[in-house]
């Protein structure tokens, strides 16, 4: 990968002959004091081999995606295999391999490149979406502040995040903060108690989780190993910085709620909700039940108490019970309905036989 890196700078100084190495590095020499703080752990390099090491990884990033958006890449050893591209997509997420955002933000704003910061903003969203989407669902470029962002993997998380957090604070009462609430049923159980579930395809946030008239709305969502990948670090930005509410969190224990079992995974397949991209819905059920494990969730800040609320409140209503019960007895298939008409039939032929025969006596 070192040199993939180090091509890709050749490559931005060939385009810019009047640059060379110098003219980068000491463009950075003065931000390397204040990376070095965003770091948990002391990395052992010295004051050149950091500035180098900051140099590299930034102009490698911004000449990865100049090349992923404009398709200059014929010759591209890591764009030969789309697997590869791909990979590198889904390490430039990784919570642990984040590079400051202020120190690509220097790159573009000492005019260095051919592009400026707006188009990290535009294209960034856009391009994770249809990774780990396969959709431009939340790829809109978002107001997030720029000073706010402190890597790509935190510009993704709000810019994914914001449009849903406009959603919440229009849904909330200030009566709603801080309620108590209670976790639902899996899938199968909710069935039982008449819950119906329904793809929402409107929704402009794959966070968006609606219920309504006894409908619960979920957002398509496709499962595979990518989407694992980056709830699990979106999760481990949430919890590191404490980002409260923390959203993302909030919606795999939704997940990991609804699906208990092979069985729930393979019920949210039927009605469109999930992709399965893993294989088998037991793979669904376990990869979904792991996200939760050792996360802290905030349950004054949980972003779903109403919906559980509304839920928990619908299944202790026995008659959405009875009825639950008596479609999936009775109704579940037009065979039934017609073995349930011919009884029904049968009896009032055999009630007005009756009467006949006890007018005639």
């Known amino acids: 990968m070192e040199q993939h890196k180090l091509r890709y700078l050749q490559q931005l100084l060939n385009r810019r002959k009047c ?10 020499q003065d931000l390397e004091e204040k990376t070095r703080k965003c ?15 900051m140099l590299v990884d930034g102009c490698f990033i911004i000449e990865f995606f100049c090349k992923l958006t404009c398709g ?3 010759d591209d050893l890591i764009f030969k295999s789309r697997r ?22 220097r790159l573009l704003d000492q005019d260095l ?8 903003f535009q294209t960034l969203p856009f391009i994770f979406s249809r990774l780990f989407f396969q959709s431009s669902r939340n790829s809109e470029a978002s107001d997030v502040p720029r ?3 402190k890597h790509l993997l935190g510009l993704v998380h709000d810019t994914w995040c914001s449009k849903f957090k406009m959603i919440v604070s229009s849904r909330q009462n200030d009566g709603d903060q801080g309620r108590t609430w209670e976790y639902i049923k899996c899938t199968t159980e909710l069935r039982e108690a008449g819950i119906k579930f329904e793809k929402a395809t409107e929704s402009s946030s794959f966070l968006d989780i609606n219920f309504k008239n006894g409908t619960m709305q979920i957002p398509p969502l496709s499962i595979g190993d990518n989407i694992e990948i980056i709830f699990r670090n979106l999760v481990a930005y949430e919890q590191y910085n404490d980002k409260e509410p923390a959203y993302v969190t909030d919606y795999t224990k939704f997940l990991d709620c609804l699906i208990n079992s ?19 819905d037991e793979a669904v059920s376990i990869m979904l039940n792991k996200l939760g494990n050792n996360v802290m969730l905030n349950s004054t800040t949980f ?15 026995r008659q959405h019970i009875w009825m639950a019960k008596l479609k999936h007895n009775y109704f579940h298939s037009p065979w039934s309905i017609i073995s349930l008409f011919g009884v029904t039939l049968l009896l009032l032929l055999t009630m007005l036989q009756t009467i006949f025969s006890a007018l005639q006596v």
């Open 262 to 280: 092979p069985k729930d995974a393979e019920k949210l397949r039927h009605y469109g909700i999930i992709d399965n991209w893993l294989g088998n």
């Open 147 to 149: 000073q706010n962002v």
């Open 19 to 28: 640059l060379s190495v110098d003219s980068f590095i000491n463009a950075m």
């Open 72 to 74: 200059d890449y014929m």
């Open 113 to 120: 490149l051919d592009i400026n910061i707006d188009f990290i």
């Open 303 to 317: 972003c779903y108490s109403e919906i559980f609320n509304k839920v928990n409140e619908h299944c202790k209503r």
């Open 39 to 53: 770091y948990a752990e002391c990395l052992g390099l010295g004051k050149d081999e950091f500035v180098r090491m």
């Open 84 to 105: 590869f591209h791909n990979i590198i997509l889904r390490d430039l997420l990784i919570f642990e391999n984040q590079l400051p955002f202020f120190v690509l933000t």
